[in-house]
């Protein structure tokens, strides 16, 4: 099998053969098109319906569609992706008639009309073209990518270019063009040259030929050429060389090759931007003022073309030909003749900043339109000019500018001449390709001689030009380029299909399903009987494959080990196969490895040329023995490989790379059929030798090759090396011990092979690949392949270290002794051992290490372009551990070696101007240097996760630093690199398009609005709208959110006047509506305070604008005016007191943390008015919480509370507290202690304090002194919470807040301490608390305020005995404060629900919910999100009597209270669902809010369903706000639309159960979503989960003057 390859190689299979059709052809079919509409508008309509008529019309269309076919054209391109992702699919740009269709797609994704354009005219040509938009001319600008994508169509007069952005342009043009080329620079077109262009005696000179814009709003200019002499000097002229035609121009290199038809011969030329100087001798006569003749001849040019524009056109004009170009523009100019005949260009004057339309007719370019003279001859001078052109030329030269040529092309090289050159011998087709090593070729085909020529070309060392080497002809009837792969296919006379690269021929294209020209069998094959015949009468290509499938096609693979015979018998070269009509006609339309065949009976299919290898393994190592070998070793050695491995039916991807070890082995002179593990590799991937195709058919008793296979196979090889069996002493079976002996006899090493000498060098850096694939985690798999190549060599090569590296590595595959291939003595000295190669084995590992460790290291060597991982991963830790800033900044590392074979410029040259370290300017630290760098070079995220995990370590703490602190200009990649995908939004839309935010602002003014001043102040104007229409790009949330919450404008009042309602009661059924609605608006400030959160930056001379509360309303249709203080029906009083303190605490929220704010600014504040005192109470409890009320001088405190205004204390107070959290600051002690009877001495005078104040004051203890477990505080609260009522009235009225406040400052003070209370053990806190939350007999007072409790209460009577309705709430909180997130289970025992039914009937089915609540968060990590575990909370007895919402009929039980179940059952849920809600608070946890979101659908559903009054609509209601703000909490800050629609259901709710705490929380829970507009969350810190507490407490108020519960932001 030595020389398997050879036998082999006769033929590279092609794959994927499909029938093409260009897709824009079937959609032009049903396009709508201007035709049939013309066609309508011919015939009278009564003709179209009559019969004839109708057939007359048909018969018209089908005359149009053949007409219309022979026109058709396409071209096709690789899909160009936006970001810059590798794309694989075609994009097809298809013409005919007057459509242009632009279709992507591929085989994997389906084809798609990406845009269709119809134009006036027929379209002669269109093309892609990308034009720059940048201002800057210089040859700098064209490396930046601001280039405007267009498609550009050509019509007879005008060319349209439509941009991909959705810009339209239309330039008319001047003259008639015969081509359009797109250019690195913009377009470039050739006039078509008419034969009667200049009259005979004309002494015109001739007009350019070549013409360039650069950008569709540019004027058109003319080229100039550079042509080199050959004495040295270079003439420079504009282009009026009529014979001179492009056949091909490229953009990268930017060159133009063209064909002389006079001396038949083609050049090539470089296309570059002009110079300043060329520009001058071309306008030289305007600069330099030549002799007066000349100075007439082109003033009088230039008049004569303006006149021409003006429409006295001379009757010797040179554009009389012309007059009828633009008869189809909608000029409306002078009527003369010729008055539209164009000027050279009429799009001068246009500049790119004005609009397309206004300079379609401005001609001024027209007169500035100068020739040089370099060549006039003599006889011109001495004709004298019409008197009228002089004249008008003379008169108007001075004020015209000349037209400045843009472009230049520069001669590089022409064809050398020959004497036999025949007439036509213009290319037809003419295309680049590089060969395997990356050598560039010019090729062009010159099919009147059937010959392809192939230039060779490289860039010169200093990169300024491009050098062309010699001409090889290849006979070629047509060719392609395949760029993916570095090849041509080639089309020979005889019908082959052969592939080169560059000019090596590679070898025969097999088409499966197409039968191969050289096919000669005796009788199988069905013979037309003339050519004629067999040609005339093409069959669809289906059918021809069907008949010929069965016939012709190769059999599958045949075995390896005997192919020759086979392939003998089937390919014969000599003969041709005209017998059957030369069926490849031409090639065509080549993109990325695919190509289209065009076959001689007309139809076209459309193959795939397969790939140099498809296993990255593969592709690496073949990538690095290129690397390393000669130039035409490599293609030699790659030309092999390619053979056998594109045969028919090539490998599989598994098998691959057994293939490619075989070739380069018996490359290296090694015979792989003797070599052990190299013998039984298995290229058919399949699972027995026995099953090889082609062979009979096995006995049922099977053969010795299964026990060889088994013997063979990894199993057992990995049950011979464990360690388990060299213990038991297991020999391995003999039979093969005895077989390894045979082979190791005489096997040695064949010198006479192509890559003998190369061994060396190969063996080493397939060691550097292997050292590079370590760093990737993914090619676990390819490193094993590798190793057992490497040890292989490494023995042979005697070089111990390197076997050594290997079984430390894997101990388990390499084993210590093997096959050893003797390489003869005297052989070795022709070994070339390169300069690089190292006796102690490089590795990436030990590099690493030592750097850590601090020693020092030789250089790393590393093969540019393939050892990327490895270059990386030195220089990072170079850059990061060691420090050095110079490593990634220099050219040539100290830290890296980099391998050359010979000075191999191209390359090296690419890697450093890769690798080019742009400094941005914010770089600091090492982090960010690093950062930056590694984006530069590319690395991604991606990269990054299939490092291992110890190298990734140190990227991983840069990255880890750099996520923090961002640079604000760091650009999109860096951003992502560092995950901080926020920030690469922001940069990339450069902080928001100002269209954007001005949409929003437009949608914001949809809000129901009075007049613009009342709209200004909704409280939300300073909401930064950038920000959240980056966060919520896709639709208007954000805008309904602001209309839910704003309370600034009059509400509407909607209520229909029945024929029996009076006036005056339909006045006060709109009042009482409005006093419903009015219950709604007083909640909204809240919600408000949540989503304004931070978002606003006081100016310190300006007052903080407070909105409006407003609590009128408007009454439809008439928009009349609804007021409650109109006196015709009770309004509670004060109802809008608390209202308005929120409403000042929603406004002081607004301030940002960061914001400037001092003492004198805080009183500056204070209102003038008494009415608006309660907002500002409200704002200064809000600057308490932002923590700006510790500015807030202590004059400026005690002044407050001396003016003995409620709400101002109590926002005063609740304020400095939250402001001082958990400091035990004893001035605020003091401050707050004189408004808390409990903490004045016994002896103290009785303060007056108002009952909320003292509430206040208490939870501003409990803030003070959170979390510090103070005792004397917590002795002292914990007595207040079941303080009973006194006797002379005091405290009779709302204790339940009191206890409550009391209740919840006890366990913010002891907050999470749970049994570690230290010197609390005596006050028996938690049995005291238990005592407080179940009732039972009132201990005897202690202390110092146990006179003041000796008599009881005149006015309530409760015994000795605690009221549980007063203490409960507050002990349940308390409780599961101190023991929050303890996991205590005694503790949550206690609240455990009762789960009989006479235990229940003693328990408040609300305090069940706090129950619930509180149990759950003590047992913290017991929470689940999931129903199952919210439906574990509810007890047994609950569960199974319960009666279902939905039934009917009610289940009658004597024992049962089913009121009571049903309503503790509901409670039970809401509370297990709120401690859902604070365990995942802020998290998004998809689970929890999947949960909780069907609870919430449950209790709506429950609400609605025939049984709900048995539980209480109140009880539901109150349970579904209550799941509301879990979800709320859950998805806090996110602006989830789903919990925004329940939301809004609910705003939308009013009258009925719905008071004025369910809107509350409601509105809490809209203001959560948004959370600061969408830029803060939740926390679940002990504290937040304290504060969460307090503001949630889920007993909501029945109205707003209802104090029994805690009001708190």
Not at 116 to 123: E, G, L, W
Request: hydrophobic share 35%; proline share 6%; glycine share 6%.
């Amino acid at each position: 099998m030595s020389n398997f390859y050879e036998e082999r190689a006769t033929m590279i299979a092609a794959r994927d053969l499909q029938e093409f059709v260009p897709f824009g052809r079937d959609h032009c079919k049903h396009h709508p098109n201007a035709l049939n509409l013309q066609l309508r508008q011919l015939q009278p309509a009564s003709e179209l319906w009559s019969s004839d008529g109708a057939a007359g019309l048909v018969g018209s269309l089908q005359e149009v569609t053949i007409h219309e076919k022979q026109k058709e054209s396409w071209q096709l391109r690789k899909g160009v992706s936006e970001i810059g992702e590798d794309v694989d699919y075609d994009e097809e740009l298809y013409v005919a008639g007057n459509m242009v269709i632009w279709s992507k797609g591929s085989k994997s994704q389906a084809l798609a009309v990406y845009k269709a354009f119809t134009v006036d005219s027929p379209v002669q040509q269109a093309l892609w073209c990308d034009f720059i938009i940048s201002q800057d001319k210089s040859e700098k600008a064209y490396s930046s990518n601001e280039v405007e994508k267009c498609i550009c169509i050509l019509q007879s007069s005008c060319i349209n270019m439509h941009s991909i952005e959705g810009k339209d342009y239309i330039a008319s043009l001047p003259f008639q063009v015969a081509n359009v080329w797109p250019t690195k620079y913009g377009l470039l077109f050739e006039r078509s040259a008419s034969s009667h262009e200049v009259p005979p005696g004309s002494p015109r000179e001739p007009l350019p030929t070549m013409f360039s814009m650069l950008h569709p709003l540019d004027e058109i200019t003319p080229l100039v050429c550079k042509s080199g002499s050959l004495f040295g000097s270079s003439r420079v002229q504009y282009v009026v060389d009529h014979a001179m035609k492009i056949v091909f121009l490229n953009t990268d290199p930017s060159i133009v090759m063209t064909y002389d038809a006079v001396q038949n011969v083609h050049s090539v030329w470089t296309l570059r931007r002009v110079k300043s100087e060329e520009e001058n001798v071309v306008l030289k006569f305007s600069e330099q003022g030549g002799t007066p003749q000349n100075v007439a001849t082109s003033s009088s040019l230039t008049a004569h073309l303006r006149s021409l524009s003006k429409g006295d056109s001379p009757v010797t004009s040179p554009f009389q030909n012309y007059s009828s170009i633009h008869s189809q523009s909608r000029s409306t100019s002078s009527p003369s003749l010729h008055s539209r005949s164009p000027s050279i260009s009429n799009m001068a004057a246009l500049s790119r900043a004005h609009s397309p339309a206004l300079g379609v007719h401005s001609f001024s370019g027209v007169q500035r339109f100068n020739i040089s003279s370099h060549n006039q001859s003599p006889k011109r001078h001495s004709i004298s000019h019409s008197p009228n052109s002089n004249s008008n030329g003379s008169f108007l030269a001075p004020e015209t500018e000349p037209i400045v040529p843009e472009l230049c092309i520069d001669h590089l090289w022409t064809e050398t001449f020959s004497n036999i050159r025949e007439k036509n011998s213009q290319a037809s087709k003419v295309f680049i390709t590089s060969d395997l090593c990356g050598q560039k070729f010019l090729c062009f085909l010159v099919e009147s001689q059937l010959q392809l020529r192939c230039v060779k070309f490289q860039e010169s060392n200093d990169k300024t030009q491009l050098i062309f080497g010699s001409v090889t002809n290849i006979p070629a009837k047509d060719a392609a380029p395949v760029e993916k792969i570095d090849t041509m296919l080639v089309l020979e006379g005889s019908g082959n299909l052969v592939l080169y690269t560059g000019v090596v021929r590679v070898g025969k294209v097999f088409i499966p399903g197409l039968p191969a020209p050289s096919l000669t069998m005796s009788n199988t094959m069905p013979r037309p009987s003339t050519p004629l015949d067999g040609v005339s009468t093409p069959k669809p290509l289906s059918k021809l494959l069907g008949s010929l499938d069965e016939v012709v096609l190769l059999s599958p693979v045949p075995e390896l080990r005997d192919s020759s015979k086979l392939h003998d018998s089937l390919y014969n070269e000599d003969c041709t196969f005209q017998q059957l009509g030369t069926y490849i006609h031409s090639i065509r339309d080549p993109v990325h490895n695919r190509v289209t065949l065009e076959l001689s009976n007309g139809s076209m299919v459309r193959i795939t040329i397969p790939e140099i290898a498809t296993s990255e393994l593969v592709q690496t190592c073949l990538q690095a023995i290129k690397f390393i070998l000669p130039k035409e070793i490599a293609v030699q050695m790659l030309v092999k490989w390619y053979n056998v491995h594109s045969a028919p039916g090539g490998p599989s991807y598994h098998s691959e790379w057994n293939l490619f070890v075989t070739c380069l082995m018996n490359m290296m002179g090694y015979n792989t059929d003797r070599l052990a593990w190299t013998r039984n590799f298995d290229f058919e991937g399949s699972l027995s030798p026995v099953i090889a195709p082609k062979k009979a058919r096995p006995s049922e008793t099977g053969s010795d090759d299964d026990w060889e296979y088994l013997l063979n196979s990894d199993y057992h090889q990995n049950v011979e090396s464990h360690l388990l069996n060299r213990s038991l002493c297991l020999s391995p079976s003999e039979a093969s011990q005895m077989k390894d002996e045979d082979f190791s006899q005489n096997l040695s090493v064949d010198s006479s092979t192509l890559l003998f000498t190369h061994i060396p060098a190969i063996f080493f850096v397939l060691h550097l690949v292997y050292e590079e694939l370590k760093l990737n985690t993914l090619m676990g798999e390819g490193i094993c392949s590798l190793v057992e190549l490497l040890v292989q060599l490494a023995r042979d090569l005697k070089l111990g270290p390197y076997v050594d590296h290997y079984y430390r590595d894997y101990p388990t595959l390499v084993r210590t002794t093997g096959q050893v291939c003797t390489i003869d003595p005297g052989q070795t000295g022709f070994m070339h051992h390169p300069s690089f190669f190292m006796s102690e084995p490089p590795s990436i590992y030990q590099w690493v290490s030592s750097c850590l460790k601090g020693e020092g290291m030789p250089p790393y060597p590393y093969l540019p372009g393939i050892c990327e991982r490895s270059r990386l991963v030195v220089l990072s830790i170079a850059l990061y551990i060691l420090g050095d800033e110079s490593s990634v900044s220099d050219e040539s590392s100290q830290y890296l070696t980099r391998i050359t074979i010979a000075p191999q410029k191209l390359q090296v040259e690419q890697e450093e101007n890769r690798f080019s370290f742009r400094y941005s300017a914010s770089v600091s630290s090492l982090a960010e240097r690093l950062v930056v760098w590694m984006t530069n070079v590319g690395f991604t995220l991606r990269d990054l996760e299939t490092l291992p995990f110890g190298i990734a370590l140190p990227i991983r703490d840069a990255i880890y630093h750099c996520r923090e602190q961002p640079a604000s200009d760091w650009p999109e990649a860096v951003c992502l690199l560092i995950g901080r995908q926020d920030l690469s939004k922001q940069a990339c839309e450069g902080n928001l398009p100002k269209g954007k935010s001005s949409v929003t602002q437009v949608l914001s003014s949809d809000v129901p609005s009075g007049t613009e001043t009342e709209e200004e102040d909704d409280g939300m104007n300073d909401m930064n709208h950038e920000v959240m229409s980056l966060i919520w790009s896709e639709d208007l949330r954000v805008q309904d959110v602001r209309r839910l919450l704003q309370s600034a404008h009059p509400v509407r009042v909607n209520v229909v006047q029945y024929p029996e309602l009076s006036d005056h009661e339909f006045i006060e059924e709109k009042e009482n509506r409005l006093l419903q609605l009015c219950q709604r608006t007083m909640a909204l400030p809240v919600g408000r305070g949540m989503f304004t959160l931070f978002s606003y930056h006081p100016v310190p001379t300006e007052p903080l604008p407070i909105p409006k509360l407003n609590l009128t309303g408007r009454a439809p249709p008439r928009n009349t005016t609804v007021d409650l203080n109109s006196g015709n029906i009770d309004v509670p009083p004060n109802m809008t007191s608390w209202a308005s303190f929120h409403n000042g605490v929603a406004a002081g929220l607004k301030i940002a943390p960061a914001s400037q704010i001092d003492s004198a600014w805080i009183v500056y504040n204070k209102p003038k008015h008494a009415e608006l005192a309660n907002e500002y109470a409200g704002f200064l409890m809000a600057l308490g919480l932002n923590g700006h009320l510790t500015k807030l001088a202590t004059l400026n405190i005690h002044d407050y509370l001396t003016k003995g205004h409620e709400m101002t204390s109590i926002g005063l107070l609740l304020g400095v507290s939250a402001a001082k959290l958990g400091t035990m600051d004893m001035s605020i002690t003091r401050l707050l202690s004189i408004h808390i009877p409990a903490l004045l001495p016994p002896t103290s005078t009785e303060l007056d304090v108002p009952h909320n104040v003292q509430v206040a004051a208490v939870v501003g203890i409990g803030l003070v002194y959170q979390g510090t477990a103070h005792r004397h505080t917590a002795e002292v609260l914990l007595a207040e919470i079941g303080r009973p009522p006194g006797p002379e009235m005091e405290y009779c009225t709302d204790r339940e807040s009191y206890s409550l406040a009391a209740g919840l400052a006890l366990g913010m003070v002891c907050l999470g301490h749970g049994s570690n209370l230290i010197g609390m053990s005596d006050l028996n806190v938690p049995e005291q608390l238990y005592q407080y939350m179940v009732g039972g007999h009132r201990r005897f007072q202690t202390g110092m305020h146990r006179e003041k409790h000796k008599s009881p209460s005149y006015q309530i009577k409760e015994g000795d005995t605690i009221n549980v309705d007063v203490t409960c709430p507050g002990a349940t909180l308390a409780l599961a404060m101190i023991y929050l997130k303890t996991n205590n289970r005694s503790i949550a025992d206690w609240l455990r629900a009762p789960d009989t039914m006479y235990l229940l009937d003693f328990v408040k089915p609300e305090f069940l919910l706090l129950r619930t609540l509180a149990r759950c968060l003590i047992l913290w990590d017991d929470i689940l999100p999931n129903s199952k575990w919210v439906d574990s909370n509810v007890p047994q007895i609950i569960r199974e009597n319960s009666i279902s919402l939905s039934e009917i009929e009610l289940p009658c039980s004597e024992d049962l209270n089913l009121e009571t179940l049903s309503q503790a059952h509901v409670y039970i849920i809401a509370g297990a669902c709120l401690s859902l809600g604070f365990r995942f608070a802020g998290s998004e946890n998809l689970s929890a809010f999947n949960c909780l979101h069907k609870f919430a659908k449950d209790f709506m559903t429950y609400l609605s369903a025939p049984n709900a009054s048995v539980t209480g609509p109140y009880n539901l209601e109150t349970c579904l706000s209550v799941v509301l703000l879990s979800l709320a909490m859950v998805m806090a800050g996110s602006g989830n639309l789903k919990v925004l629609q329940l939301c809004r259901f609910l705003h939308m709710k009013t009258g009925g159960e719905m008071n004025y705490g369910f809107h509350l929380a409601h509105h809490m829970a809209l203001g959560l979503l948004f959370l600061g507009g969408g830029r803060y969350s939740l926390s679940t810190s002990n504290s937040s989960i304290a504060a969460l507490l307090c503001a949630l407490y889920p007993h909501f108020p029945a109205h707003s003057t209802d104090n029994r519960s805690t009001e708190l932001l």
